[in-house]
């Protein structure tokens, strides 16, 4: 088992960036891959991206193409979303969770040990 604790996220002027991070707490999270994904007050949870556990490889959903990016840094157990050119729409509680189970990779289905979440708002 493991736990994710977020940090990062607050308060942000469109187009600007912020860098929300999941911290694990034990080093069998370096078997998970790890979903960030977020959800707008109204709507459901929607999937934001992925990165592979070694890192090598990362899916973003089409709507942050381009502008968010995932990384992971295995040595401090931990995974990062950089989110830039931020805009209302990206305003929401983003949340990262460990790549369990089967399924589709963008299906909260799929994704156990949710972090506690983070609120991103952009203002206009």
């Known amino acids: 088992q493991v736990q994710l604790v977020q940090s990062g996220g607050g308060l942000v002027q469109a187009g600007g960036s912020l860098r929300l991070s999941c911290a694990a707490s034990a080093r069998t999270y370096l078997r998970y891959a790890i979903g960030w994904f977020r959800q707008a007050p109204g709507k459901e949870r929607e999937f934001v991206g992925r990165?592979?556990?070694?890192?090598?490889?990362?899916d973003v959903a089409d709507s942050v193409k381009g502008r968010f990016t995932i990384s992971r840094d295995n040595a401090k157990n931990t995974v990062y979303l950089q989110m830039n050119g931020l805009g209302p729409e990206d305003a929401a509680v983003y949340y990262c969770?460990?790549?369990?189970?089967?399924?589709?990779?963008?299906?909260?289905?799929?994704?156990?040990?949710w972090g506690q979440g983070t609120q991103v708002t952009v203002s206009s």
């Open positions: 969770a460990a790549d369990v189970k089967s399924g589709t990779y963008d299906s909260t289905y799929r994704y156990d040990y």
């Open positions: 990165i592979s556990s070694s890192g090598g490889t990362t």
